[in-house]
Structures are given as C-alpha cells and as structure tokens.
C-alpha cells in the first residue's frame, strides 16, 4: 500500500523517537523538518542529555535547520513531530516561520504529564499568532505515535510525573 508523503515522514519520525528511548538521556519524540521533499533536520528529545530544559526534538530540530540554511527563517518547511509540540516549541515555530506542522499524538491521547498546561490547547497558539500562512494538523498516525508515551488513563506515581 502506497502512503502519503506525510505518512512517510511521520514514520521517520517515530524511528527518530525509537532511537531517542534506546538511549541514555534521550527521550522518545522525534521531529523531522522537510522542505521540498527533502529532509533539513531531524532530532529526538535530548534534554537529559544535553541538561537542558530546552532541548526538545522541535527545539533542536529547528536550531539545526537554521544552521543548515544560514538562516532563521523556514518558510516553506514542514515540521513533523510525534507529539503536539509544547508551547514553548510551537512558538518556536512561529518565530521560525515554518509553514505546517504536523503531530501525531495529540494531548487527549497520552497522559497529561506530557504537557505544561491543563487547560491551554497550543492548538491557540497558532489560531493567535499573527500568521495566516501557518497550519497546524494533528492525529497522523495517532496510535502508532500515542504507542510510545504512557497511556493517557495510565496511574504515573507523582515522582515520576515530567511536569510535577
Ligand atoms: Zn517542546
């Protein structure tokens, strides 16, 4: 079964996300950014790698993007993730002017741990941004991504909780 291009990157993205728990100090998000039909950065979650706070797969995926173009903006470029991006990485992506983003999981398919915010969707982020050029699609193979984070009616002891 042929699938689409956006299925194909989202698959790469979850390999990313696999490579990123099979290691120390990283963790299972992955983000591929692609711009006309080619591949400008990739990463995983590395923020226990790196000691820091800000190195989520969107985060780094964007830096290297930048670097790769010499430049800080990335229109045109489409970023693929495994779970919807937090608002720190969402604003990222309007200061980077990214074209598309699209997420796998979303907030009501894993455990609330995963996000900073109980009520603020940063789905918002985007429909308030001063961007009309920016679209922001999640549920691309929602179970598959959803498969590699702690289930959303899982009981996590508070120690364990990310955002706690
Ligand atoms: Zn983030």
Known sequence: MESTDDERWMRHAITLARQGEARDGSHPIGCVIVRDGAVIAEACNEVDLRHDPTAHAE????????????????????????????????MASIWAK????VFG??????????????HLDTMDFIRDAF??????????????CA??????????PRAQRINL
Not at 98 to 101: F, P, S, V
Not at 105 to 118: S, T
């Open 98 to 101: 990214l074209g598309r983003i």
């Open 147 to 156: 498969a590699l984070y702690v289930p959303r009616w899982a009981k996590v």
């Open 131 to 144: 961007r009309d050029d920016l679209s922001l699609e999640g549920g691309l193979l929602a179970e598959d």
């Open 105 to 118: 999981a979303g907030r009501d398919d894993v455990h609330r741990m995963y996000f900073e915010d109980r």
């Open 59 to 90: 985060m780094l995926a964007i830096r290297q993007a930048g670097a790769r173009l010499e430049s800080a903006e990335l229109r045109g470029a489409v970023l693929y993730t495994t779970l919807q991006p937090c608002g720190m990485c969402t």
